[in-house]
């Protein structure tokens, strides 16, 4: 994946991998939200996935995102 991808890229796909929205990507990397919905339309025309969650299941298959148990329950706990 990394051939294919920018390391900019790969860094937004790691924040998508961990479920954050185009805003908190924007906040966080300091660019407007504007750019950070730009990567994540040329994240899924790149990877030829048609959805966020595809994306995230592909972040984490490539090893860019691991959750650990404890991250796991806490992300439980705020669904519940």
């Known amino acids: ?3 294919i991808l920018t ?3 790969e860094e937004v796909l790691g924040l998508i991998g961990c479920s954050l ?3 908190e990507i924007a906040r966080h990397l ?3 939200i504007g750019t ?10 790149k990877i ?3 959805s966020t969650p595809k994306l995230i299941r592909y ?7 691991q959750f ?3 991250a796991v329950n806490s992300m439980t706990d705020l669904a519940g």
């Open 1 to 3: 994946y990394s051939k």
């Open 7 to 9: 390391d900019r890229e």
């Open 21 to 23: 929205s185009d805003e």
């Open 30 to 32: 300091g660019i407007t």
């Open 36 to 45: 950070a919905e730009t990567h994540r339309r040329n994240l899924l025309a």
């Open 48 to 50: 030829k996935v048609g």
């Open 59 to 65: 972040a984490v298959a490539c090893g860019l995102v």
């Open 68 to 70: 650990s148990a404890a």
